[in-house]
């Protein structure tokens, strides 16, 4: 392994930084990659070569057991690997992506809030602009008046669950809610492919964990009614 990389550095005049990063990299995480690929540190081996091209600098590795009764990967060991090296490599691009993406929740959330806010003022009035969601909210205000417990998504019933979740779907289709939102997906789209290479599934907002606080917002909202 160290003659390898005394003959690249050799021949790569002018690029020996980066090659003794990517060099240092590699040795870091060598026990991580051999737990991802089911080898023992004892038995680990690999060889690596450091391309760097002008827009496309990379690394071809080998990796091999020396006990031909051990390694072999899964999509889950994969994914493992390229989530350590992409954590350490990308490490400031991931914290800014991170940062945009927690900043794009919170407008998801907001804007969510005020549409519903917002419908429920015209409901008062009687001149909603969504029918829909002015039926759906009325409904789960009458399930709410007899439902014994915590009124928190968590607690409900399925079929109470899928009343807030058609609401939340609906509330979705309203303009600023739905620009916000596929503004979070792309940001997450740009994420994910540091780490996995399909393409990720766009859900429905009902369907994404991370909006909860949306379910309960509309619970909230439907119990003052």
Same mark, same amino acid.
Request: aromatic residues 8%.
């Given at each position: 392994?160290?003659?390898?990389?005394?003959?690249?550095?050799?021949?790569?005049?002018?690029?020996?930084?980066?090659?003794?990063?990517?060099?240092?990299?590699?040795?870091?995480? *060598?026990?991580? =990659?051999?737990?991802?690929?089911?080898?023992?540190?004892? +038995?680990?081996?690999?060889?690596?070569? /450091?391309? @760097? &091209?002008?827009?496309?600098?990379?690394?071809?590795?080998?990796?091999?057991?020396?006990?031909?009764? *051990?390694?072999? =990967?899964?999509?889950?060991?994969?994914?493992?690997?390229? +989530?350590?090296?992409?954590?350490?490599? /990308?490490? @400031? &691009?991931?914290?800014?992506?991170?940062?945009?993406?927690?900043?794009?929740?919170?407008?998801?959330?907001?804007?969510?809030?005020?549409?519903?806010?917002?419908?429920?003022?015209?409901?008062?009035?009687?001149?909603?602009?969504?029918?829909?969601?002015?039926?759906?909210?009325?409904?789960?205000?009458?399930?709410?008046?007899?439902?014994?417990?915590?009124?928190?998504?968590?607690?409900?019933?399925?079929?109470?669950?899928?009343?807030?979740?058609?609401?939340?779907?609906?509330?979705?289709?309203?303009?600023?809610?739905?620009?916000?939102?596929?503004?979070?997906?792309?940001?997450?789209?740009?994420?994910?492919?540091?780490?996995?290479?399909?393409?990720?599934?766009?859900?429905?907002?009902?369907?994404?964990?991370?909006?909860?606080?949306?379910?309960?917002?509309?619970?909230?909202?439907?119990?003052?009614?």
């Amino acid at each position: 392994m160290g003659r390898l990389w005394e003959a690249l550095r050799y021949k790569a005049s002018g690029r020996k930084g980066k090659q003794e990063k990517a060099l240092a990299l590699l040795l870091a995480h *060598q026990t991580e =990659l051999a737990q991802a690929m089911k080898i023992s540190p004892s +038995s680990f081996r690999w060889r690596a070569a /450091f391309h @760097d &091209e002008k827009h496309h600098p990379h690394i071809h590795m080998m990796i091999w057991s020396a006990d031909p009764k *051990q390694g072999y =990967l899964t999509e889950k060991g994969i994914e493992k690997m390229r +989530s350590q090296l992409s954590n350490e490599i /990308f490490r @400031d &691009e991931l914290l800014a992506l991170y940062q945009q993406k927690n900043l794009s929740y919170s407008q998801v959330r907001d804007a969510a809030t005020e549409a519903m806010r917002r419908l429920i003022r015209e409901m008062e009035t009687g001149l909603c602009h969504s029918p829909v969601i002015e039926t759906e909210m009325e409904t789960l205000a009458k399930i709410l008046e007899n439902h014994q417990g915590k009124k928190v998504y968590g607690y409900l019933k399925k079929p109470v669950k899928a009343q807030v979740d058609a609401i939340v779907d609906e509330l979705a289709k309203v303009p600023e809610v739905a620009e916000c939102y596929e503004q979070w997906n792309q940001l997450r789209d740009e994420l994910e492919r540091y780490y996995k290479d399909a393409p990720r599934e766009h859900l429905p907002l009902s369907r994404q964990k991370e909006f909860k606080a949306i379910k309960n917002m509309v619970i909230g909202e439907a119990e003052r009614l």
